[in-house]
């Protein structure tokens, strides 16, 4: 008797199945994700989160092999490429290391193609079209840091719809608020002198709503909402929400997080709690300095700040220490424009105190 055949289709659902299989089995098996019970997890979806949680432990390295693993596995989908890209952008985000843009630009774009062939099909489905705008939405994000401000509006606007669309082919997914909410704060934020408008208005705090949804109910963002509220608050103005926020939430997913707390230190500043703000900046040094995604940038914005709140604590010789390190490096990044403020103002700041010396 002849052995029954397995058509050739039917194996390479088995190898993808036994692929996923094995990365899993590879895997810190003690790490403790936080999977919401509301959503159905698939295996490639347990890839993701331990990618998330490898990202949220600054393990960038191992979290790239695994979102690495899931475009292996799923490649005529965009959220592989999405994750990939996010994990670069939060390696840059943290560290202001951007020699990673490049590869970030790569997959962001990726995934936007693959989408935009998935709508254009008539096929793509909630999830497709959830990764696409996410990832419009990001690159938006991306451009508007980087001083393209028209690029950022339309990826903005653009991200907002297809996203738009997505829910209502899937309500249950909260995790598409945080794309939502973050458009809203951030286009209310750069377009203040034109609120007086009915297109715009100040939508701020419907954008802080919206992420704070995902923060109890998203399943794979409820991280990374935590972590958008930190920024928010901060270019909010509402410093005490901020540290509230980091102390009784954020916190949690990563006390050394060195993106929280640079913003938790310039937080403690505008409150004046100048010792509270120099312990923020001495642990996010320290864990620059012993990173493999080290950037001088990263040890200069920290060195100004640690100088700038040991001065005010009357520590002048560690503050002049600090101060003159900072200004050394500075010079190394005058060509810099995500530097160019902190430059800036470092300089200001050596004036000031020089000033008043005389």
């Known amino acids: 008797m002849l052995a029954k055949t397995i058509p050739s289709s039917k194996l390479?659902?088995?190898?993808?199945?036994?692929?996923?299989?094995?990365?899993?089995?590879?895997?810190?098996?003690a790490a403790q994700?936080?999977?919401n019970p509301n959503y159905d997890y698939d295996p490639l979806d347990?890839?993701?989160?331990?990618?998330?949680?490898?990202?949220?432990g600054e393990n960038f390295d191992e979290a790239l092999a695994i979102f690495d693993s899931v475009v292996a596995i799923d490649p005529e989908s965009p959220r592989g490429y999405f994750f990939v890209a996010a994990c670069y952008n939060n390696l840059m985000g943290d560290y202001r290391n951007f020699k990673y843009e490049p590869l970030f630009v790569e997959h962001i774009d990726r995934a936007i193609k693959i989408g935009e062939a998935r709508e254009s099909s008539g096929k793509a489905t909630a999830e497709d079209l959830f990764y696409y705008g996410g990832a419009v939405g990001y690159r938006g994000i991306f451009r508007s840091f980087r001083g393209d401000w028209i690029g950022a509006?339309?990826?903005?606007?653009?991200?907002?719809?297809?996203?738009?669309n997505s829910f209502k082919a899937d309500t249950v997914n909260k995790d598409i608020y945080l794309g939502l909410g973050t458009y809203d704060y951030w286009r209310s934020a750069k377009t203040k002198l034109l609120w007086w408008t009915p297109f715009f208005g100040d939508n701020r705090q419907k954008g802080i709503d919206e992420i704070k949804i995902v923060t109890s109910d998203g399943k794979f963002?409820?991280?990374?909402?935590?972590?958008?509220?930190?920024r928010i608050y901060y270019d909010y103005g509402k410093?005490?929400?901020l540290i509230n926020h980091w102390q009784n939430k954020a916190k949690k997913l990563n006390p050394d997080d060195p993106f929280s707390l640079y913003w938790v230190g310039l937080g403690y500043i505008k409150l004046n709690k100048y010792d509270e703000a120099l312990k923020s900046f001495e642990t996010v040094l320290k864990v620059y300095l012993g990173s493999p995604y080290y950037d001088q940038a990263g040890e200069m914005e920290c060195r100004y700040y640690m100088g700038y709140c040991q001065h005010y604590l009357g520590d002048r010789e560690s503050s002049a220490r600090n101060l003159e390190i900072a200004r050394r490096m500075s010079?190394?990044?005058?060509?810099?424009?995500?530097?160019?403020?902190?430059?800036?103002?470092?300089?200001?700041?050596?004036?000031?105190?020089?000033?008043?010396?005389?």
């Open 12 to 29: 390479w659902v088995m190898a993808k199945k036994i692929a996923v299989f094995l990365i899993i089995l590879s895997l810190n098996a």
């Open 33 to 35: 994700l936080q999977f």
């Open 46 to 56: 347990s890839l993701l989160m331990r990618g998330i949680d490898k990202v949220y």
């Open 153 to 164: 509006f339309k990826d903005g606007l653009r991200g907002r719809g297809i996203l738009n």
């Open 221 to 230: 963002a409820a991280g990374e909402a935590n972590y958008a509220l930190i």
């Open 239 to 241: 410093y005490d929400s």
């Open 331 to 358: 010079l190394k990044l005058a060509d810099r424009k995500d530097m160019e403020d902190t430059i800036n103002s470092l300089n200001a700041f050596l004036k000031e105190i020089q000033h008043n010396k005389k």
